[in-house]
């Protein structure tokens, strides 16, 4: 694993499937476009291409393409059936090829609707962003030079890019509204069912570590996949919990 990858993960997941979904919310992402993305795979000899699926015209990649980038995947979740005329080019592309299929989307799998129309989405397998050792260096050296940042701060890309970035460097007053930005930006864009649900339980009951019983499972998936709750494994604890990965989520 390099140290100086945001992604290091993408390749990793590369050579054990053809297909491929990764939710690329705010916690996670450190461009508009997938290009830090494009640029990793290019850089460790993959011959990548992007696609944008809210105006793609004809689905053609070049012959020495091995790894095809759908953007914007989240734009044809009200159009089931540009999904299901974009699946069958991009599986037959693969099927020949022996390519590889990556689906970069700001929203969650079940923000997509199930059946024939989303099945490109319902072939490929979630990519979990587990760790960044470019991100925690960036977060360690910032705390270094500057004093702590938020619980959890590691574990978010957005905010290491926007640290990296100097967004704050002068004025750490800036680092809680960052903070914010990059947590509620992700519940956002999960969707209004997370919303109302982070609604009832944070901000009614102000539970913050909530059962694994009370949570659907399809949701711990995603909540875990988006980076912003983990899993609380103590032992010392009954039941099992959902537990934010930081405040910010929930302030």
């Not at 699926?53 to 095809?68: A, K, Y």
């Not at 914010?180 to 969707?191: L, N, P, V, Y």
Request: aromatic share 10%.
């Amino acid at each position: 694993m390099s140290d100086h990858l945001w992604y290091p993960e993408v390749q990793q997941a590369l050579r054990s499937s053809s297909h491929l979904f990764l939710h690329y919310c705010a916690f996670h992402r450190v461009d508009e476009d997938g290009q830090t993305i494009l640029e990793e795979l290019r850089e460790n000899g993959y011959m990548p291409e992007c696609f944008d699926l809210s105006r793609i015209g004809t689905f053609s990649p070049l012959g020495d393409t091995n790894v095809v980038i759908l953007l914007q995947t989240e734009r044809l979740r009200e159009t089931p059936r540009a999904l299901e005329q974009i699946r069958f080019s991009v599986n037959e592309w693969a099927t020949s090829s022996g390519g590889n299929v990556l689906i970069v989307s700001r929203s969650p799998r079940s923000a997509f609707p199930i059946g024939d129309g989303s099945s490109l989405v319902l072939d490929s397998r979630d990519l979990h962003l587990k760790a960044s050792r470019f991100a925690d260096w960036i977060v360690a050296d910032f705390e270094t030079n500057h004093g702590p940042a938020p619980e959890g701060a590691a574990h978010s890309r957005g905010l290491a890019e926007k640290l990296l970035s100097g967004r704050c460097r002068d004025d750490l007053s800036l680092l809680p509204g960052l903070v914010s930005d990059t947590a509620c930006k992700t519940i956002f864009e999960m969707g209004p069912y997370y919303i109302a649900w982070l609604e009832e339980w944070v901000f009614e009951c102000g539970m913050t570590c909530i059962p694994v019983v009370d949570v659907q499972e399809w949701m711990q998936s995603e909540l875990i996949l988006a980076g912003v709750a983990r899993l609380d494994l103590d032992q010392q604890k009954a039941p099992r919990c959902i537990k934010w990965v930081w405040s910010g989520v929930a302030g």
